[in-house]
């Protein structure tokens, strides 16, 4: 399964952001690329309306809280 098919059915079923930050974290374990997974998120973003939009809620707080967190990551803050 893709990244984005298995994170998008996390979000939602309810998982909250340590459940997803983990399944980013066992993709980037195989090899993909932090600045790739945000790549993925950024376009689940998009897709859910997100960027169009100020209205937040549980997805939004989620998907946001794990992409901040790959965001620094890739950037090599910790």
Known sequence: ????????????SGQDHKALLDLVHRYQAQGMAARDSYSVL???????????????????DELEFVMERVWFQGSGAR
């Open 1 to 12: 399964m893709l990244l984005k098919d298995e994170f998008l059915k996390a979000l939602r």
């Open 42 to 60: 950024q376009e689940i973003w998009q897709e859910l309306g997100f960027a169009d939009t100020e209205e937040g809620g549980p997805l939004r």
